[in-house]
T-cell receptor, first 112, second 111 residues
Framework: SQTIHQWPATLVQPVGSPLSLECTVEGTSNPNLYWYRQAAGRGLQLLFY??????ISSEVPQNLSASRPQDRQFILSSKKLLLSDSGFYLCAWSVPRNTEAFFGQGTRLTVV | SQQGEEDPQALSIQEGENATMNCSYK?????LQWYRQNSGRGLVHLILIRSNEREKHSGRLRVTLDTSKKSSSLLITASRAADTASYFC???????????FGKGTSLLVTP
């Protein structure tokens, strides 16, 4: 069966510090991978998606970047965090496009 | 980008009552999906309805889709306290690779 792991669950980081959130998927090959951000009381905003290794599409210009160094690994990074980067970050995968997305448990990021 | 808009934003009902949530969207879709999110957790897929379907059932869930009005509804019958969560609609567009989510409906079911 397929599983998705996302860590850490919570993170408190000072402004200007770097960020690295990791997401891995097990039990499937060549998944589409996604990073979403959810601000308090709001819906999900798509940040990045990837259809293959090294292929990253950005939906929103921002202080963040994403990488896919391996088929089932998706990393969200920042060189210098801003207060506005605080939020709930969700990783998800799907195969193929017309089916449901499977989400990780999320990372609560607070930038102080 | 967010395409779906759920209505109402918040809904409070008692156990045993039915809960109805609506979703409107803007562009052509392949399918529309509903997800549930418990507080502070990831989203869980509930049901998918394709653009050529008008109604679908899954247990106590009933979803309708009206592509002419670009709208969908989710009905939860005989609600339980455990149904308390946020519910999101998500559209799978004809173009693009990712689901577009609405802002969600927060459902509170009181015993």
């Amino acid at each position: 069966s397929q599983t998705i792991h996302q860590w850490p669950a919570t993170l408190v980081q000072p402004v200007g510090s770097p960020l690295s959130l990791e997401c891995t998927v097990e039990g499937t090959s060549n998944p589409n991978l996604y990073w979403y951000r959810q601000a308090a009381g709001r819906g999900l905003q798509l940040l990045f998606y990837s259809v293959g290794i090294g292929q990253i599409s950005s939906e929103v210009p921002q202080n963040l970047s994403a990488s896919r160094p391996q088929d089932r690994q998706f990393i969200l990074s920042s060189k210098k965090l801003l207060l506005s980067d605080s939020g709930f970050y969700l990783c998800a995968w799907s195969v193929p496009r017309n089916t449901e997305a499977f989400f990780g448990q999320g990372t609560r990021l607070t930038v102080v | 980008s967010q395409q779906g808009e759920e209505d109402p934003q918040a809904l409070s009902i008692q156990e045993g009552e039915n809960a109805t949530m609506n979703c409107s969207y803007k562009t052509s879709i392949n399918n529309l999906q509903w997800y549930r999110q418990n507080s502070g957790r990831g989203l869980v897929h509930l049901i998918l309805i394709r653009s050529n379907e008008r109604e679908k059932h899954s247990g106590r869930l009933r979803v309708t889709l009206d592509t002419s009005k670009k709208s969908s509804s989710l009905l939860i019958t005989a609600s339980r306290a455990a149904d308390t969560a946020s519910y999101f609609c998500a559209t799978d567009p004809n173009s693009g690779y990712a689901l577009n989510f609405g802002k969600g409906t927060s459902l509170l079911v009181t015993p």
